[in-house]
């Protein structure tokens, strides 16, 4: 394959991802997102199923319901249709039908515990050794953050060679003084860490256009910071999503979570990661 098919390819897949992730609420087309990219609709639909094994609605029915999962956890003053609604689905069946089929049980179910059951086996290997019941985060507005990013597939130590990749990038571009942020668009707590999606990404100006380019926009945030080891940011997160939001007066919002890193143990040699780690929420009046 030629180096500009590949990167015309990998900009598809990346704009059709971010495309999802900032429309979540509406209904997406086939059509609108051919249209967006440039190419036919026959052409998109096959480099779609190429690049990632999945059609364009299996991709945005997986995050739909991804993000409809945590929301019921995390948004308890919201109601299942109003998380059905925020999700982007219109009917209340059809959103119970996805829901069964993913989970294996209701969305009732599932607020009322049975994401207690799940989380704990996902994370057996990782068992919780910190006590994080009187963390406290910082509440405050965050302004839009301009990232250039490269995608990473799970939630494992092969991390480590996409922050190399996109380092090499921003050496070979004179990039010096950026900041490095990991996205999660996944909550790792109730998603198999296999299919986690996992964004590396540094800080770069609004000119910058040498890979995909993305932008956190401005919002109100509960801002935690957490040092430790590989493997406690996962409870940590559990911690964040299934204690502590639930009874703070706040809801998550649809934008992704994201860690901006004082110590990155995929780029140095330090065994301890710092982070800043950014809720998205809103009040709840």
């Not at 059509?31 to 991709?59: M, P, Q």
């Not at 294996?104 to 050794?129: D, I, M, Q, V």
Request: glycine share 2%; charged share 25%; aromatic share 14%.
């Amino acid at each position: 394959m030629k180096k500009d098919t590949k990167i015309l390819r990998n900009d598809i897949v990346n704009n059709t991802y971010y495309y999802i992730y900032k429309n979540l609420q509406d209904i997406i087309s086939l059509d609108e997102l051919a249209f967006i990219n440039h190419v036919s609709k026959y052409h998109y639909h096959r480099i779609i199923k190429e690049e990632t094994g999945f059609t364009l609605f299996e991709i945005i029915t997986q995050e739909r319901i991804k993000k409809a999962s945590n929301l019921l956890i995390t948004n308890k003053y919201s109601t299942i249709s109003e998380i059905a609604n925020n999700c982007g689905y219109i009917s209340h069946s059809s959103f119970i039908k996805a829901f069964k089929n993913r989970y294996h049980c209701t969305p009732s179910k599932w607020r009322n515990g049975e994401y207690k059951k799940y989380s704990k086996e996902l994370l057996k290997e990782f068992p919780c050794k910190k006590d994080f019941s009187n963390t406290r985060p910082e509440i405050k507005i965050c302004k839009a953050i301009k990232c250039a990013y490269i995608r990473h597939k799970g939630y494992n130590k092969s991390i480590k060679n996409t922050w190399e990749k996109l380092n090499a990038i921003a050496y070979e571009h004179n990039l010096i003084k950026y900041n490095e942020l990991a996205i999660f668009h996944d909550n790792p707590a109730i998603t198999k860490l296999e299919k986690c999606s996992y964004v590396a990404a540094i800080t770069v100006e609004k000119k910058f256009n040498i890979i995909s380019t993305l932008e956190i926009p401005e919002s109100l945030c509960a801002v935690f910071n957490l040092k430790g080891i590989y493997g406690d940011a996962l409870n940590f997160i559990r911690y964040i999503y299934h204690y502590w939001l639930p009874n703070s007066g706040y809801e998550a919002k649809t934008i992704p979570a994201f860690a901006i890193y004082k110590e990155n143990i995929f780029t140095s040699s330090k065994k301890e990661f710092d982070i800043d780690f950014y809720i998205p929420i809103r009040v709840v009046y």
